[in-house]
C-alpha cells in the first residue's frame, strides 16, 4: 500500500534525536484524538523540535503521550469516503476540505474551515487506482485477520502526478466534509448505510446528480486558539433551508429563544449548485445574512477549485 514513511516515539530526546536525522520539512502528529489540531507541518527542524516539546509537555493530555514522526508528502490532499460491509467497498463521495485557519491556506491547523464537494483533484481514474491499491487491499486484509470492516472509512489521500498515497484512515465521516456529502447524498444516505449495516452493497448504487455543493465553517474569533462562548447569533431565521441552503449547528446553544455561541466551530453554512461557484454564491450570501460580530470565516473556501 502505497503510505508515507513514520516512526513512533515515547519520549522527547528520541524524537528528537530522529529529526536530525530526517531533517525538514517533516509532519509530527500526537499519536491520538486532538480534536483536528494535533498535526504540525513543520517547514524548520526548529519549529519540528519545537512541536515535539509542546506534546510531550502535556498541552494534548493522553493524546501526546506517544509522536509520529511522518515524512512530508508533496501534492494535494482530498478525502476520499467509502462504505464498507465488511466485503464491498462503495465510493459515496470525494471531497477537500481547508485545515488552516486563514485565507490562502495560512496559519495554525484547525477541525477545518470549509469544504466543497466533489474533489476535482480525484478524478475517475485516481478514484479507481486508490479503491484498487488502497482501500481494497485494506479490507480484504482485515477480513483475513478475522476482523472485517463494516462502516464508514474515510481515507485522506496526498495526491500528486496521478498517483493517490494514504495520509490517514478516520472511520468516520469527516466534519466539514459530512456536510457537503450530505447534501449531495440527500435521503439516499440512510439507506446506503443501512445496506452496509446487513451486508448488502453489493446490491445498491450511488444516485449521483451532477452537483457540486460547499460548506464554510463560522467559528468564534480567537479560534483555534482560545475563543469567548455565549454571543448571540442573529439573522439565521432568515435564511432559506431546503435542498439547496442549510444550516448546520455544531457548536450552538438555545437561550431565551435566541442562538449562542457554544464552541470553537460553530455553524457550517451549506448550499449545493450546479456548478461550485454557484454554491459559493448561495454559500456566500447566506453568511452575509448573518448578524454575529463575534464570528468569522475564510472567505476564499474552494480556491483551488474555483
Ligand atoms: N476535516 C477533517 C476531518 O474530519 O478529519
Known amino acids: 500500500m502505497p503510505t508515507a514513511a513514520w516512526a513512533r516515539f515515547s519520549d522527547a530526546a528520541s524524537a528528537r534525536a530522529h529529526l536530525r536525522e530526517t531533517g525538514a520539512p517533516i509532519v509530527v502528529k500526537a499519536d491520538g484524538l486532538a480534536a483536528g489540531k494535533g498535526v504540525v507541518v513543520a517547514e524548520t527542524l526548529a519549529e519540528a523540535e519545537a512541536a515535539v516539546d509542546e506534546m510531550f509537555s502535556g498541552a494534548f493530555g493522553a493524546a501526546g503521550a506517544q509522536v509520529v514522526i511522518e515524512e512530508f508528502m508533496e501534492g494535494e490532499e482530498a478525502s476520499f469516503f467509502v462504505l464498507c460491509d465488511g466485503e464491498t467497498a462503495l465510493p459515496i463521495g470525494t471531497a477537500q476540505d481547508h485545515k488552516r485557519v486563514g485565507e490562502g491556506d495560512t496559519g495554525p491547523n484547525t477541525g477545518g474551515m470549509g469544504a466543497y464537494s466533489p474533489a476535482p483533484v480525484m478524478t475517475p481514474e485516481i478514484a479507481e487506482r486508490a479503491l484498487d491499491r488502497i482501500v481494497r487491499p485494506t479490507l480484504r ?19 500528486e502526478d496521478g498517483a493517490p498515497r494514504l495520509v490517514e484512515y478516520n472511520v468516520r465521516f469527516g466534519d466539514p466534509e459530512a456536510q457537503v456529502l450530505m447534501m449531495r447524498l440527500g435521503a439516499q444516505a440512510l439507506d446506503l448505510m443501512h445496506a452496509a449495516a446487513e451486508g448488502r452493497l453489493g446490491e445498491v448504487r450511488v444516485n449521483w446528480a451532477d452537483d457540486h455543493a460547499m460548506t464554510v465553517v463560522m467559528a468564534a474569533r480567537g479560534y483555534p486558539g482560545t475563543y469567548g462562548k455565549g454571543s448571540v447569533i442573529g439573522g439565521l431565521e432568515t435564511l432559506p433551508e431546503d435542498g439547496f441552503h442549510m444550516v448546520f449547528h455544531a457548536g450552538t446553544a438555545r437561550e431565551g429563544g435566541k442562538f449562542i455561541a457554544a464552541g470553537g466551530r460553530v455553524l457550517s453554512v451549506t448550499a449545493r449548485g450546479a456548478s461550485l461557484r454557484e454554491a459559493a454564491g448561495r454559500v456566500y450570501g447566506m453568511i452575509d445574512r448573518i448578524d454575529w460580530p463575534e464570528g468569522f470565516c475564510r472567505r476564499d473556501i474552494g480556491w483551488r477549485a474555483l
Do not use: S
Open 141 to 159: 486484509e482485515m477480513a483475513r485477520r478475522g476482523t472485517p470492516y463494516q462502516g464508514m472509512l474515510y481515507a485522506g489521500l496526498m495526491i
